[in-house]
């Protein structure tokens, strides 16, 4: 039911956008991965930079494993709400260094977990 609403929201609604975002991000089954991507890609790459739609991307390609590729895609979207930093933003850091993890990235990832500890100390593991 809400694929189709999604599907005919007006292309001059100024919700266009974000029904095509829930659009991409419902769309669950895996042989509609490779779709879920691109169309978040297309989605990022008109110009429109929200960073819903880049975080979308990046969790869809963090589960279909793609961790080089997500890394670059948290960045984008930590470059998003860079100023002023918040301690919300912590999520950013936080999943680009599970991907740079996954990847060997070991400085990098160690960088980007300190950075989400420090946003956000309540989530520190004993």
Known sequence: MAIKVYERMPAS???KRHAQIQLATILTPRDRAMKRSR???AVTLEGF???RAIMALGNIERGRKKFADCVQTYYRASMCCRRPMKKTNWIYY???GICEERSKQ???AEADMRKALDLQPSNRMC
């Open 13 to 15: 609604s100024p919700l």
């Open 39 to 41: 169309f978040l890609k």
């Open 49 to 51: 930079q929200g960073y």
């Open 94 to 96: 936080y999943y680009r």
């Open 106 to 108: 070991w400085s990098k």
